[in-house]
């Protein structure tokens, strides 16, 4: 059982460049997630699903979109990385809203 | 001021020791989290309580919910223990959690 997967692990962009960050689940949840974890900063939220087709926006959504066409992947998209989006990005998902979250392992992004 | 606030930032502890981190918030909440950060980058849930205390195996959280206070307790701690511990929130409005900046633990053998 996989439970939460991303891809890829690691990334190196260049400023401008953009690119698509894959999370597939295996649980069957409903609801999943997509965080930025930076140096001194708690997780933070870009943005959100409910179920297959819907997405939300979190606390920091500004330069990403998302999209869940499938229940099982939530894809995470930067149409013109800065260096500002560096970051270790990670995917969760949920049965409910209000359950606790599985985390994938994340992916460790540089935008130079 | 943060909204969930962790104490200590770092922690450095022998192997055996009886280890405390703790937790405090500022808003109402329904439920908290407490979740590890292995080495590797991983996160796993450890707990969710909005009440009294939990215990799995040697790990025991705590909340004081008049006094917007979480602890985690680790007994007998082991060098596999050392992670990064993650305190969330989930305000009673039932919006997004809110996380703690997290306690780096180490544990020496």
């Known amino acids: 059982n996989a439970g939460v997967t991303q891809t890829p692990k690691f990334r190196v962009l260049k400023t401008g460049q953009s690119m698509t960050l894959l999370c597939a689940q295996d649980m069957n949840h409903e609801y999943m997630y997509w965080y930025r974890q930076d140096p001194g900063m708690g997780l933070r939220l870009i943005h959100y699903s409910v179920g297959e087709g819907t997405t939300a926006k979190g606390e920091v959504p500004d330069g990403y979109n998302v999209s869940r066409l499938k229940k099982q992947n939530f894809l995470l998209g930067l149409e013109s990385a800065a260096p500002s989006q560096t970051s270790v990005y990670f995917c969760a998902s949920s049965y409910e809203w209000a359950q606790p979250q599985h985390f994938g392992d994340g992916t460790r992004l540089s935008i130079l | 001021k943060n909204e969930v606030e962790q104490s200590p930032q770092n922690l450095t502890a022998q192997e055996g020791e009886f280890i405390t981190i703790n937790c405090s918030y500022s808003v109402g909440i329904s439920a908290l989290h407490w979740l590890q950060q292995h080495p590797g980058g991983g996160i796993v849930s450890l707990f969710m309580?909005?009440?009294g205390k939990k215990k799995h195996g040697r790990l025991i959280a705590t909340i004081n919910i008049q006094e917007k206070h979480s602890s985690l307790h680790i007994t007998a701690s082991h060098p596999r223990d050392s992670a990064v511990y993650i305190c969330?929130?989930?305000?009673?409005?039932?919006?997004?959690?809110?996380f703690g900046e997290g306690t780096q633990l180490t544990v020496n053998p």
């Open positions: 969330a929130v989930r305000e009673t409005s039932g919006s997004r959690l809110t």
């Open positions: 309580l909005s009440s």
